[in-house]
């Protein structure tokens, strides 16, 4: 059965390039680094150069974390041909993209489907195919779509009709799906358009292989607590090769304790969410490097199975989520939301079936056996995450 499953497999991606490339990228959420939430508009070729010595040097790229994703602000102005150029802060991007290569890592980059993009630089409105073309001529491996002022076009065209808007955005960001199709180098593909129009229900089918599923996140407990416990009831729609996306890292910019940041990492893992990290990789300390590269967590949001945990039960501040993985194996992990340490109660009905079963806690490194007397104390803003072993 496997022969033939893979037979057919093969056939459909010599008939059908783009089912070839889709299923070459990202079979398992993206990992890697995103310029934008610590260095923003400042972020130079230096700091990128940067970023990629440190994932490398601090083991992140072992560990996983291989995209090194230039944000807004790279960008320069169109020659007469419409090609677009980089600007003085990056004065050589294909030359950077070989730097990045040869350490083992990939390029990623940012444009909009719109005429400008959030920071005011030029977006990509008129101009896919060529952007497209330049992307791959560079050795791009990643493009982030951010939406930022094709969202007055859609104003403009749509006049309130939410069919016709939901429509008009599809159509941007399918036309540069087709243009990095028609480019010919192979590209994950990213929609940042925060979860508009459903965009779960239809990015697969777009071109998408992960979607903004939420606004922005920032370095908060509230506001990271938030977008990540609101992707319940979106599993459905994760899988390999497509992925809900709430959002990068923020772990490691200090705006957190400990505990919350293990919250941050155990929930994206759940999820299994792109991992992102958005801090200065170049002044990590000990502690944030044994949160992002905690491999067993790692092992939890990379699982090949690709399924988005869901939650199994919650009262008040306090939650269950459950996660499959291959091999037949279950994620439990008791968030505590509330201000005070809790007990969970081991006798709930959901967690019945997991008696006698041997978990291990994977911030601890502990092995627990969960029965009625089982002491499942979480620390405030904290997370107990348990893999069955």
Known sequence: MKKICALVLGLLGAMNPLFAQRSNVSATPPMGWNSWNHFAEKVTEADVRAAADALVSSGMRDAGYVYVNIDDTWEGKRDAQGVIHTNDKFPDMKGLADYVHSKGLKLGIYSSPGPSTCAGYEGSYGHEDEDARTYAAWGIDYLKYDQCSFGDIIEQQAGGDQDKAASIQRAAYEKMHQAIMKAGRPMVYSFCQYGLYAVWQWGPDAGANLWRTTGDISDHWDRMSLIGFDQDGLEKFAGPGHWNDPDML????????????????????????????????????????????????????????????????????????????????????????????????????????????????????????????????????????????
Do not use: C
């Open 250 to 389: 923020e772990i490691g910019n200090g705006g957190m304790t400990r505990s919350e940041y293990e919250v941050h990492m155990s929930l994206w893992a759940m999820l299994s969410a792109p991992l992102l990290a958005g801090n200065d990789l170049s002044k990590m300390t000990p502690e944030t490097k044994s949160i992002l590269m905690n491999r067993d967590v790692i092992a939890v949001d990379q699982d090949p199975l690709g399924h988005q945990a869901k939650r199994l039960w919650v009262e008040g501040p306090m939650e269950i989520w459950g996660k499959d993985l291959s091999g037949g194996r279950r994620v439990i992990a008791y968030f505590n939301r509330g201000e005070a340490a809790f007990d969970f109660d081991p006798r709930l009905s959901i967690l019945a079936p997991l008696h006698g079963v041997r978990f291990k806690d994977l911030w601890s490194g502990n092995t627990i056996v969960l029965n009625e007397k089982s002491r499942l104390l979480v620390p405030r803003h904290g997370v107990l995450l348990l893999r069955q072993q």
